[in-house]
């Protein structure tokens, strides 16, 4: 189930100056705010369960070092790009410099595959268990660059106009790219079923 | 190439809200990132923390130094050209009085009697007694 975040609650700029003040507390709650977006996100990308705790540990860092300097009017926008960014730095170094936007279909290798999903619970059918793995396995297969897109909306809730912005591509690349993992997910639970 | 994507939005809706569900299901399987990496991050955001009035103070000692060296330069600056101007002043002076000392009309003053004193205001204008009061152009008619 999704968390939602109620008005109430303060906003992560708020949070964010508020950690800079000295509330180490603050972060935590950030930390938890985004935890499984980001985490899921890194997965969803890298494949590998350690790559992406690697990856989510530096991001925080880079959050927690530049607090004092974070003036942007999106925090989302800004913790987003700075994943972005160590992401295709990641890619560089495993794939020789190759960028997110220029791997191709055929170079992107699939590697949720390796992911060691948990097993079923009893309360969970066999099958539906069976399907939201094959579901995962689908999204792994997706190109890396329609894969980005469609987790990012689907598992970290951003709007299109704030993906297009961290890819730094026009709204309609994005909304492309989405419909096309969308199509190719769809084929490919069709014949995973 | 480019290739022609017709997005029909009531179909597409439809398939993420089929596909949807099931990767969210998927994904909601990976448990994670694991205790020791957010202690790690917990770690790190407290030492920042405490590191940060440090940063804070060594950058406002920073600024303040930056702010003594340049006040310190400026004020040399200033010093400097207020000597050199005074050292100018001083050294018109100087030459002032060299000049006036090297003329050998002053430099008989001090042994000129008072009886002295018109012959050498005379010679100070370059003129002298004989041709001061023995014009060459001989008298002239004091009447017409």
Redesign the interface.
Known sequence: MKEEITDTSPSDAELLGR??Q???GC??QL?ERY?RQL??WF??MTGS?SD??DL??DL??RV??N??RFKDVSFRAWMWQIARNLLIDFRRKKKCDISLDEVSDEEDHPLLET?V??GPTPQQGVE?TD??????QA?GQLPAVQREVFLMR??GDLPFQEIAKILKVPLNTA??RM??A??R??QM?KEMR | MKKDVTIQEDAELQDLAEITPWVREGFARIEGPSARVLAAIHQEAVEQARRRPLRIRFFFALRLSAAAAVLLLLSGLVFNVWRSRGQDQHQQVVQLLNLTVKNPIVENLGSATPSDLPELLLTMQGLDRESYFNASDGTEALWL
């Open positions: 950690y800079a000295g509330e180490v972060l935590d930390v935890r985490f899921t997965v969803g369960r992406a705790e989510f540990q925080w860092i927690i070092r607090a004092d992911l999903a948990k539906r399907l939201a793995l094959k579901a995962m999204v689907v598992e909304l492309g419909h096309d969308t199509t997910l769809k639970l």
